[in-house]
């Protein structure tokens, strides 16, 4: 029921930069908080960023500085500009909201796209 549009993933070499982008919607849908997670294999999956419902943001360390999160004035999609990417940022890049559908709460996930950087 709930769907997510996500795009912008791709191949970048080194000290590259891409910007990802998910719209989020479903019926009944009020999003709570947006974000971004990545999981490559023979990792465990991480937070990369979020915002959540008091605009607050968080970043992964690894990420600091370099990833900027935002959130579009539709309140449905969230962005995430990466810039100096580095090998190790790649991974399968997740797009996440924490939603009410009716009178419950409950983390949903997008399929994922891929990032790739090269050296």
């Known amino acids: 029921q709930v769907q997510f549009m996500e795009s912008g993933g791709g191949l970048v070499q080194a000290g590259g930069s891409l910007r990802l982008s998910c719209v989020v919607s479903?019926?009944?849908?009020?999003?709570?908080?947006l974000g971004w997670y990545r999981q490559a294999p023979g990792n465990q999956r991480e937070l990369v960023a979020t915002l959540n419902s008091g605009g607050g943001i968080n970043y992964a360390d690894s990420v600091e500085g370099r990833f900027t999160i935002s959130r579009g004035s539709d309140k449905n999609t969230v962005y995430l500009e990466m810039n100096n990417l580095k090998p190790e940022d790649t991974a399968v890049y997740l797009c996440?909201?924490?939603?009410?559908?009716?009178?419950?709460?409950?983390?949903?996930w997008g399929q994922g796209t891929q990032v790739t950087v090269s050296s």
């Open positions: 479903g019926s009944g849908l009020r999003i709570v908080a």
């Open positions: 996440n909201t924490r939603a009410y559908i009716g009178y419950s709460w409950d983390d949903y």
